[in-house]
């Protein structure tokens, strides 16, 4: 089984920026969620890849992943998975031997900016570059499928206000 272990964190700046090494857009669709699963389809740059994860005890999950024909991967996205459906730009940034995942939502979320890092084990020391904010593994409020339907709410709210 692959475990995947990751943090996530606010942004506290754009340093990061300047720091970046490469950038990649993304296209993610949700095919199945339940409160401890995931099987998501994603578009890379190069690649298209299926992916498994569950709820493996606190912040670690195990995670499936394998690539996929581009074709297949448009065909999932296209048609089955319905509004849950994210574009970002993946931007990567070396610090201090971690690479950091810095997420610059678009579309629906846009105006997230979240960082992720992964590691090998939970009691890993990371040391925490400036632009760093608070961190949020774990919180619901910051799952994706969780800012989908509150950015949802937020807009129909404005549609309907007078």
């Given at each position: 089984m692959a475990i995947?272990?990751?943090r996530k964190f606010l942004l506290a700046g754009d340093g990061w920026r300047k720091l970046a090494v490469r950038q990649e857009r993304l296209r993610d669709g949700l095919l199945a969620a339940t409160a401890d699963r995931k099987v998501r389809v994603r578009i890379y740059d190069a690649k298209a890849t299926l992916t498994v994860k569950a709820k493996a005890g606190g912040i670690h999950?195990?995670?499936y992943e394998y690539e996929i024909p581009r074709a297949d991967a448009e065909e999932l996205l296209a048609q089955h998975c319905d509004d849950n459906l994210l574009t970002?730009?993946?931007h990567y940034v070396p610090y201090k031997g971690f690479m950091w995942e810095i997420?610059?939502?678009?579309?629906?979320?846009?105006?997230?900016v979240l960082a992720e890092v992964e590691i090998p084990r939970d009691d890993t020391d990371?040391?925490?570059p400036p632009w760093i904010g608070a961190e949020v593994t774990g919180?619901?409020?910051y799952k994706k499928i969780n800012l989908q339907m509150a950015r949802r709410a937020e807009?129909?709210?404005a549609k309907a206000a007078p």
């Open positions: 995947e272990i990751e999950n195990a995670e970002k730009i993946r997420d610059v939502y678009e579309g629906l979320l846009a105006g997230v990371v040391p925490l919180q619901p409020d807009l129909a709210a």
